[in-house]
């Protein structure tokens, strides 16, 4: 895993200084691109996000709003994955996460901060709930837990 750690110059980009993002990609030309999980602190960001939350930083933007690059190994045996979605009020998403073979890990679950989006964005704070459970075949489930998790 490579992060890139931002120092408070890229702020006038309209990227939050406080978070490492994920690099991408690297191109021959010195183009860096970054995936962006965090929202944006400015309505009109100055850097042009892809629908995917990437964006890239030219050499120049590197140098300016860069402080340092982390490479991080990560044991190969995990993987990551990141799942977003937005609602408006009354509205929620499902999500199913299919392991195949016995394992353990970590499941983890943010709210994005409300001070990171548009004004205009009609987002609003709500509650979401967690519920694991292992499916044995159609007929039959074990539960494993469950959870609430409610913002203010």
Do not use: C
């Amino acid at each position: 895993m490579i992060l890139a750690v931002p120092n408070e110059r890229i702020a006038s980009l309209g990227i939050n200084p406080n978070y490492s993002y994920n690099v991408i990609n690297y191109t021959a030309k010195g183009t860096l691109e970054l995936r962006n999980s965090w929202g944006t602190l400015e309505e009109r960001s100055k850097i042009s996000f892809k629908p995917e939350g990437t964006f890239e930083l030219s050499s120049g933007q590197m140098r300016d709003s860069l402080s340092h690059i982390i490479v991080a190994h990560l044991n190969p045996a995990y993987f990551t994955t990141t799942t977003q979605s937005r609602h408006k009020y009354g509205f929620y998403s499902s999500y199913n996460f299919k392991i195949t073979q016995e394992t353990h890990g970590y499941l983890t679950i943010s709210q994005w901060d409300q001070r990171l989006f548009p004004a205009t964005s009609g987002y609003e704070y709500s509650p979401f709930h967690v519920i694991l459970h292992k499916v044995e075949s159609k007929e039959k489930s074990i539960f494993i837990n469950t959870g609430i998790i409610i913002f203010i």
